[in-house]
């Protein structure tokens, strides 16, 4: 699909990215097909009155309710009325997008039984960019995030487009559509699933698969300002440590160090640079190593079937299966490794800050001052980063571990995969406001320093790029103004690595 994203087959967290943000998302035929098939075999689960979870039972602690055919219907619109309890701000666009997308991709497989128009409603919205208003809290799992997307297809909840609020059924007639009536087991099925988790989830690795670029940018331009090792990440030491992540960043910071007249004049002044600059490839490449694992299981969630109760057999001989694939226990504690990581990338990065603009150590004006004692410069600036650096640590407190007893003992183990990925979300958040205040930092001191040694000429791009976005900080105006502009340019500029030709 030319400019778009084409399920066929699982997709990857990479392409749930690309439709968060914005790129159009197609079916194959292939993949209608094993939706009409289950839905034909739901409906022959229906017909032949076979006990099924969701289908003509209730739900939760409910499960042995039966459910007359005749109340099937009115079953599948009630849980969608009952489950949309969230509450809290919203999600963003793109994690919506992500969500409906990871939605999209569970039904694709083709054990779920919902119907064709609900597959097609739930394409036109997302490629239609009428987002569902989804509240972010209120979740221990899945249900009131998906809920408030199953709103929408009966015509009810509200969605964004653009800047605008539009309730449920304007949105559906804005795109030439009706609201559905939900058949039997649809309104489990829309709540059903890790699909809001994996989509939350593969946007957390997308991100911090970006910053993990721009803290090994950030990292480097910290180092030709303040290291003084005569060799710094040379390749022969580095290889004898088996980790793929710390060759990957010692391969990035060899790459932007290059040629520095700057760490050649300071070269050898010291023995052993503090650990906050030497150990950059050992703790940004356990980052890496960590986040190729947790890529991995967001994969492994995207190929996998994470409905329950899941159909399969034939219209002729219809199975239904009430297992526990919706239980997001992979994703709570991947999300957990990926929050911690991130943490720890924010923490050595606001170390590496406070020393730029500590003039105990840096050799520097003290806090990159345009004026000493009339001018602050970067000092309050460094508390901020340190107050993010503490969110942080909260933040990465395990969500997996926080277990709770719901629906009457029926749910009595609870793995908070969408809560998991959420403050992953929130973390990352944080560690791209740190590195925006490094590179700042970084680049003052560029400006600061004493004779004409020059940067090397990868990260002299780097700093051009920054003076393009900001300039020299003299106390004259807010700095967190200043921190908002480097921040956004770092969430839409990539960071050129090693072997780019950038």
Known sequence: MADGILLDGALRWKDIASVAAGAPLALSQAA???????????????????????????????????????????????????????????????????????????????????????????????????????????SVGYLTHAAAIGLVLIGEGECRHGDALVGGREALERLGLAPLVLQAKEGLSLVNGTPCATGLGALAVSRLSHLADWADAAAAMSYENLGAQADPFAEMPLTLRHSPGLQQVGRNLRHWLAGSALLAKSAGSRTQDPLSLRAVPQIHGAVRDALVHVADIVDRELASVTDNPVVAGSPEAPEVHSQAH??????????????????????ISERRIDRLVNP???????????????????????????????????????????????????????THATPAADKALAILGNLQTILAVEVMAAAQAYDLQA????????????????????????????????????????????APQEGDKR
């Open 32 to 138: 209608w097909t094993r939706i009409a098939k289950a839905r034909a075999i739901v409906d022959a689960l229906v017909e032949r009155e076979i006990r099924g979870y969701g289908i003509n039972t209730g739900v939760g602690a409910l499960c042995d309710v039966i459910i007359s055919r005749a109340d099937q219907q009115s079953l599948s619109r009630n849980i969608i009325l009952s489950h949309a309890c969230g509450v809290g701000e919203p999600l963003g666009n793109a994690e919506t997008r992500a969500v409906m997308a990871a939605q999209i991709a569970n039904f694709a497989h083709g054990y779920s039984g919902v119907s064709l128009p609900v597959v097609e409603t739930l394409l036109a919205l997302l490629n239609g960019d009428m987002l569902p208003v989804i509240p972010s809290k209120g």
């Open 360 to 414: 105990l150590v840096s050799g520097l004006p003290a806090f990159l001052a345009a004026g000493s004692g009339v001018a602050s410069g970067f000092m309050i600036i460094q508390y901020t980063a340190a107050a993010l650096v503490a969110e942080n640590r909260r933040l990465a407190a395990p969500a997996s571990l926080d277990g709770g007893i719901t629906s009457g003992l029926q749910e009595d183990i609870l």
């Open 326 to 347: 919706a239980v997001g226990a992979a994703l709570g504690l991947a999300m957990d490794s990926l929050a911690t990581a991130a943490a720890e990338l924010a923490a």
């Open 451 to 494: 004779g004409p040694a020059d940067k090397a000429a990868r990260t002299a791009v780097l700093y051009g790029k920054v003076r393009e976005t900001v300039p020299f900080y003299r106390d004259d105006r807010p700095l967190n103004g200043e921190v908002a502009k480097v921040r956004a340019m770092i969430g839409t500029l990539s």
